[in-house]
């Protein structure tokens, strides 16, 4: 086992952003929080998926994992009214690759924000301590 604690995405709890385990890299929940400030960024459910899309990469990179090799995506969302924002943003943010997901509707999510999101990745042998 091996801890992913990349540059930027810091723990804000007793846990670790990454865990590399077998063959495949555990992501934690990462939510829409500015890497500048600490704090959740503003404009919607739109722009709050990018962001923390965009933190689970830094978790990827930490690890030397691409976003193509999400195999299984976990996102939770405040109210499932955000549904086509959340899925707009998620499919920019993919492209073509599409990993397994299931979108969770969950009331309040924690410091107001209104998506999280967590991954399952698979590493390439070149990857694998």
């Given amino acids: 086992m091996r801890n992913v604690e990349p540059a930027g995405v810091k723990a804000m709890g007793h ?40 933190n689970m990469e830094k978790v990827l990179m930490g690890a030397g994992v691409s976003r193509d ?13 955000y549904w086509d924002e959340v899925n707009e943003a998620y499919a920019k943010f993919f492209g073509s690759h599409k990993p397994t997901r299931t979108v969770v509707p969950t009331g309040k999510l924690h410091h107001g924000a209104l998506v999280e999101v967590e991954a399952v990745a698979e590493l390439r042998e070149w990857a694998i301590d």
Avoid at 42 to 54: D, M
């Fill in 15 to 54: 846990y670790m952003p990454g865990i590399v385990s077998g063959n495949n890299l555990f992501v934690s929940g990462q939510l829409p929080i500015d890497p500048q400030t600490g704090k959740v960024i503003t404009g919607g459910a739109y722009f709050q998926t990018e962001r923390a899309l965009q």
């Fill in 69 to 81: 090799q999400v195999v299984m995506m976990h996102v939770y969302v405040s109210d499932i009214a």
